[in-house]
Every structure is written in structure tokens, then in C-alpha cells.
């Protein structure tokens, strides 16, 4: 359980939130991850198996800079661009 601002003792020891890892893991669940071309199979897998005529994709970096390359990589790796 996350707790309230207003109940920080509830915090165990070490500043870690029980639950925390479940819910992490939990959050990663349906995310995809690797080089371009893994990620691109992924997704073309992904939108087969749906049956989706499009797909909403989000990529996190820890570099804000590095992001537009990261969309342009995934953009190239599934035929979007040349």
C-alpha cells in the first residue's frame, strides 16, 4: 500500500514502499523494449494478434533530448520512413 502524504511513518524502514516492486512490475506489464528490430516485431505481433489498424506508441528516455531519435528509430524500424 502507497501511503499518504500525511502518514509518512508508515513508511518501513529504508524509504521503501511495500508493494512497490509488484506494483513496478505490474506497470511494465504490455510494455515493449530492445533494439529496433525486436520492437518492431513486437508491435507488428501485437497489432496482428488485435487486430488493430493503428497503434499508440509513448517512449520514455532519461535524456528528453534523445527522445525525438528514439521515435525516429521506431518510426525507420517499422516502415514509416526510410
Given amino acids: ?3 499518504t502524504a ?3 511513518q508508515s513508511r518501513p524502514s529504508g524509504g521503501r514502499i511495500q508493494g512497490a516492486g509488484a506494483a513496478y512490475e ?3 506489464r504490455g510494455h515493449l523494449h530492445g ?3 525486436d520492437v518492431a516485431e513486437q508491435l507488428s ?3 496482428a494478434l488485435s487486430g ?3 497503434v499508440l506508441v509513448t517512449t520514455s528516455t ?3 533530448a534523445d527522445m ?3 521515435y525516429r528509430r521506431l518510426a525507420r524500424a517499422v516502415g514509416l520512413v526510410a
Fill in 52 to 54: 488493430a489498424d493503428e
Fill in 1 to 3: 500500500m502507497i501511503p
Fill in 62 to 64: 532519461y535524456d528528453r
Fill in 26 to 28: 505490474d506497470a511494465r
Fill in 45 to 47: 505481433k501485437i497489432a
Fill in 6 to 8: 500525511d502518514a509518512p
Fill in 35 to 37: 533494439m529496433e528490430d
Fill in 68 to 70: 525525438p531519435g528514439s
